[in-house]
């Protein structure tokens, strides 16, 4: 069963431009995490937000937590080609200890 | 510090046969995943070790898959007989922590991509 579904499932944009990829989860969570994959490779996790944090930065990127929502933003600005790849939210379902992956949002950064 | 190892990365084979994938964690990472990536989806959990102990298989299709993680360090994941619809990346991932509230980062590898035939 999935914990988080991102929207929108898929996005393209031109370089230089600002993307953001929003995950909504479905039971109270302690922390989120956000990883990247590119084609044909493994994940690679880029941040991570706990339930008491509001918002993050790291580099270019920035990601926002509404628990009373049940959201998480992901936001990459000034986009670069290389931010090319899928992006997927993960959370562990309430009481699991288990670290659940949603569908994720595959982003292509137009040159 | 080295990554998470997989072999073979590429294996084609045809229903009903059997294959055996391979990890090798990052070094001192206690707990191992093993995760289930169908082209277009998220990854789905497989089976969760914590040194050498199963802490979740829930997902896992025990009929025909099954996994072990001897000595608490590398692990094999073996599907027999294999389905069509097998066909998946399988990754590995490591992290140094239980996984508790989420809390702790998972370290992939490459992954090892399935084609049954």
């Known amino acids: 069963s999935q914990q988080g579904e991102e929207d929108p499932q898929a996005l393209s944009i031109q370089e230089g431009e600002n993307a953001t990829m929003n995950c909504s989860y479905k039971t109270s969570i302690n922390n989120l995490q956000w990883y990247r994959q590119n084609s044909g490779r493994g994940l690679v996790h880029l941040i991570l937000i706990r339930s008491n944090e509001r918002e993050k930065h790291s580099g270019r990127l920035r990601v926002t937590l509404d628990t009373s929502k049940k959201s998480s933003s992901l936001l990459i600005t000034a986009s670069r080609a290389a931010d090319t790849a899928s992006y997927f939210c993960a959370s562990p379902p309430r009481g699991a200890q288990k670290l659940v992956f949603g569908q994720g949002t595959r982003l292509t950064i137009n040159p | 510090e080295a990554g998470v190892a997989q072999s073979p990365r590429y294996k084609i084979i045809e229903k009903r046969q059997s294959v055996a994938f391979w990890c090798n964690p990052i070094?001192?990472?206690?707990?191992l995943y093993w995760y289930q990536q169908i082209l277009g989806q998220g990854p789905k959990l497989l089976i969760q070790?914590?040194?050498?102990?199963?802490?979740?298989d829930s997902q896992l299709p025990k009929d025909r898959f099954s996994a072990e993680r001897l000595k608490g360090v590398d692990s094999t994941l073996k599907i027999q007989p294999a389905k069509l619809e097998d066909s998946a990346v399988y990754l590995c991932?490591?992290?140094?922590?239980?996984?508790?509230?989420?809390?702790?980062?998972?370290?992939f590898g490459a992954g090892s991509r399935l084609t049954v035939l």
């Open positions: 991932a490591s992290s140094l922590i239980p996984m508790l509230s989420g809390a702790n980062v998972l370290t």
């Open positions: 070094s001192g990472h206690a707990t």
């Open positions: 070790f914590q040194n050498n102990g199963v802490v979740d």
